[in-house]
Structures are given as structure tokens and as C-alpha cells.
């Protein structure tokens, strides 16, 4: 679900910059500026410069809706219902893409904000215009669930499922969701319903196996995705061949999978979070402080990437590196960070207490 939330957002913002990066009005430049901040996760140059633009004339629903993607951001999620219900008010009363995408910004930040059934409402709007809108159905469906309606969630996960029998990043997502709220066995009977080796890539396969608990064929099948010849990017594998072999506790060849693909193929913050979890793991299993040393740059070269899915993770887990190594004054500084930015962890500011007290 990850990199569709991302691939959403890249194109919604690529939309508005089409619509207004042709005038050359300085409102319209302020607009495209908010816009490029927001890409760039500058937050807060990217709302002082949309709010400049609507105080100076900007388009009312392209400049509502960019603050709406940039409060949702940054987890101010009522703020950002308001934005985007302001920038649906504010159009001319003909239906365009753009305001499909809008319908889906506010289902998301109602969902993300607990409001389900505001967001199932949303979901119905645009399935009313789009009756086979996948995302739409199967994000109706999460709702549901969220509201321990199991029957209507179900009908829902099925449709989506119908509509798109190959799509297994979904149906994996479906399993998880299931798992998740005490309905486990139900989701292994889809995957297990889903596998078909004479029509499944390596990589589907080997995902298929992960979740189905059979780690040592699941790595069999991953390995051969990974070897084979592809312009495609391969961190998915890598990351989940690397969580096989963390299933199994071989922590060392998991550390190799990390690596080499770092090594191989450039910078990314997830994998050098998995890498940094695992030399933690060998630093416990063979009382060896430099595991933790390693783990702390890995940590460090993450959040330099300034990854807005990992930053949180990272940073948490660098902060923990940093007990276990008995440095208490860095680790209480980093919290001290940690906590301005994520202020509603509340089991991190249990911890903050305990690292205060050993300095």
C-alpha cells in the first residue's frame, strides 16, 4: 500500500503543477513553489508560501488542496480535511480528475484521522462515478473492518479480488489486514487459494511462501528473483529475502543480502533500517559492542536519505542502539529530537524517562 500512497501523492502533485505551471503570474509561481516544497518535504516553507498565494488572489481549490496534501503530511489531519473540503467547495461545479483525486486526499485523511465512517461516505461518492474503482472498493473495505463490520469489509476485499485475481501485493495487503484483526486463518485460505506456480513470477511466489510461514521455500524462490536479469528495482526482494532469512535467525546472511544490495545498487532507507536491526541482533547474540557501532551508522546513513516512511523508525531505533551501548547523554539528546517530532509516542516518552535517569 506503501508505494501506491506515493505514487498517489507524486501524481497528484505533478497534476497541479500542469494545470498551473503555464501562467507566469506570480500567484500561480507561489502555487508551483508551495507544490515543489511540498516534493521536496519542506513542510513549512511549502504553507507559508501557499498561504502567501492565497492572501495575494491564488486559485482557491488548486491552493486549498496543496495545503490539504501538506497538512496530511504531516499528520494534521482535521486541518487537512478542512483544506480539501474548501478546495471541492471552490470549484466550478464541473467534475474533473483532479477533484476524483481530492475525494480520495480527504477519504484518506478521515480514515487516518479514525472518522471511518466520514471516509466510507467519501468512498461512496466517488464509487457512485466510479463504480469499479478498485482503490476506492478496497479502501471501503479497510473501513469496514475498522469498524469490526467483517461481512461488508469482506464483500468488499472479494470485489476487489475479482476484479484483479493478479494483483498480489493487494491480496497480501488483504491477508495482513485479516491477520491483524483476529480473522488469520481466513486470510491464509486466500493465499493459500492464490497459488499457482505455472503462472506466478519467482518473486510472487516467494511472497506467497513469506506469508504462508514457509520461510525456507520462500527463500529459494526469492533468491532465484533476485538473480534474475531485470531493469526493475529489486528492493522488495532484497528486503523480504532478508526477512526470511531473519525468520530463521540466520541474522549474518541476511546482513549479506542488505549489503550487497547497498553496495550494488545505491542508497535506501528501509534496507539500511533492516540492516541496522540485524547487527543489533548479532551485537546481543555475541556480546559485541561494534555490531552496535555498525548499527548506528547504518541508522545514521538512513535518515540522511530523510525518508518520510523511515525517518520515524530510524531514528527510534538509533536512539536504542545508543542505550545498548551505554551511551546515555547522545541517546537522551536524540529523544529529546525524537519527541519534538513525533510528540504522540507515548511508550518513547516512557523510555525518554528512563534514559533521563541514567545520565
Known amino acids: 500500500m506503501r508505494g501506491k500512497k506515493k505514487t498517489l501523492l507524486v501524481l497528484g502533485l505533478t497534476m497541479m503543477m500542469c494545470l498551473n505551471g503555464c501562467s507566469s503570474s ?55 480535511i478542512e483544506y480539501f473540503k474548501t478546495s471541492l467547495a471552490s470549484g466550478n461545479g464541473i467534475i474533473q480528475d483532479v477533484d476524483f483525486d481530492t475525494n480520495f486526499y ?15 461516505n467519501v468512498y461512496n461518492s466517488i464509487l457512485n462515478l466510479h463504480k469499479n474503482d478498485k482503490d476506492a472498493i478496497y479502501m471501503r473495505g479497510v473501513c469496514y473492518l475498522e469498524q469490526s463490520n467483517h461481512d461488508l469489509a469482506m464483500a468488499d476485499f472479494n470485489t476487489v479480488m475479482k476484479l484483479d485475481s493478479k494483483d498480489y501485493d493487494r491480496i497480501i495487503e488483504i491477508y495482513q489486514l485479516l491477520a491483524a484483526n483476529g480473522y488469520e486463518d481466513e486470510g491464509l485460505e486466500i493465499l493459500e487459494g492464490v497459488w499457482d506456480p505455472d503462472h506466478m513470477t519467482n518473486y510472487e511466489l516467494g511472497q506467497i ?18 538473480s534474475e536479469k531485470s531493469e ?3 528492493s522488495p526482494i532484497i528486503l523480504l529475502l532478508g526477512q526470511t532469512s531473519e525468520k530463521q535467525g540466520d541474522y549474518n546472511y541476511a546482513i549479506s543480502v542488505y549489503k550487497s544490495y547497498l553496495e550494488e545498487s545505491g542508497e535506501h532507507a528501509e534496507i539500511y533500517n533492516r540492516l541496522g536491526l540485524c547487527e543489533m541482533q548479532m551485537a546481543e547474540a555475541y556480546n559485541d ?36 551501548t551505554g551511551d546515555f547523554e547522545t541517546a537522551n539528546t536524540l529523544m529529546n529530537t525524537y519527541l519534538s517530532l513525533y510528540p504522540d509516542d507515548e511508550e518513547a516518552r516512557r523510555e525518554a524517562v528512563f534514559i533521563s535517569s541514567r545520565i
Open 26 to 80: 506570480e500567484t500561480d509561481n507561489l502555487l508551483d513553489s508551495g507544490v515543489k516544497y511540498i516534493q521536496d518535504h519542506d513542510y513549512q516553507s511549502a504553507q507559508d508560501t501557499l498561504l502567501k498565494a492565497l492572501e495575494q488572489g491564488a486559485d482557491k481549490h488548486d491552493c486549498n488542496r496543496a495545503l490539504g496534501i501538506c497538512s496530511l503530511d504531516q499528520g494534521n489531519y482535521e486541518e487537512a
Open 106 to 120: 480527504l477519504a484518506k485523511a478521515y480514515y487516518l484521522n479514525g472518522d471511518y465512517g466520514e471516509a466510507i
Open 209 to 226: 511462501s513469506f506469508y504462508l510461514g514457509n520461510n525456507a521455500q520462500a527463500q529459494n524462490y526469492l533468491e532465484l528473483a533476485r
Open 232 to 234: 526493475t528495482d529489486k
Open 289 to 324: 559492542l561494534s555490531y552496535y557501532t555498525s548499527a548506528i551508522a547504518d541508522f545514521e546513513a538512513g535518515l540522511a536519505l530523510n525518508d518520510p516512511n523511515e525517518n520515524q523508525a530510524l531514528l527510534r531505533n538509533e536512539i536504542t542502539a545508543y542505550e545498548y
